[in-house]
């Protein structure tokens, strides 16, 4: 059972016009990732490894605005419409990757109301130090938050990576998906590269 839907995750109504406050509003690439695997014969195994465990490298995505290129997953949806930030939704709609080009002379900005808004819409908030590193040779940096949104327990990731220029990412998950969706999301992540 889906705990909630990527177009109702539990703060994006609130987060979206941050988000499209510094997101470049072009769109980049339409297609989605290429479709899930066929069952294999052995179905039972099969559905008692996590859907990341199967997860195979799908169509690459470019944001040209940016400067980057990921590959979601076989099985996980990516929506790219024009004017709004690209998602990309896991198999079983618990987890979402919200990608969003900004202006470098926004980024900061974008980033601490993204994260103030998140605050103030979940009880129990508590955040963790931002970790800096490089994915393939760009910056990125990322911060953990959890919540409830009085729902469920929720997870968030804000932080950024720089190509071209910067992409906001957010990975919004509930907390019982997280561990099973990480595989795919890591994925998703290591897959980015300069375009």
Known sequence: MKLFKVTSLFALPLLLPVLLS?????KEDTSTAAPAASQSADASADAAKPADAKAEAGKAETIAAA???????????????TGKPITVESPDGNT???L?????????????????TNKSSLKNYKEEAEVKD???GMEHASQKQTGNDGESD??????????????V???LS???????????????LQSMKKA
């Open 22 to 26: 510094g997101c470049g509003g072009a």
């Open 67 to 81: 400067g980057l290129q990921f590959a979601a997953p076989t099985g996980w949806k990516v929506t790219n419409e």
């Open 96 to 98: 979402a990757i919200i």
């Open 100 to 116: 969003s080009p900004v202006e470098a002379s926004k980024l900061t900005a974008s980033l601490a109301d993204f994260r103030k």
């Open 134 to 136: 490089t994915i393939n």
């Open 154 to 167: 929720k997870v968030t990731d804000i932080g950024y990576i720089k190509a071209k220029s910067p992409v």
């Open 169 to 171: 990412i957010m990975i």
């Open 174 to 188: 509930s907390k019982s998906a997280e561990a099973a969706n990480a595989a795919g999301t890591q994925q998703i």
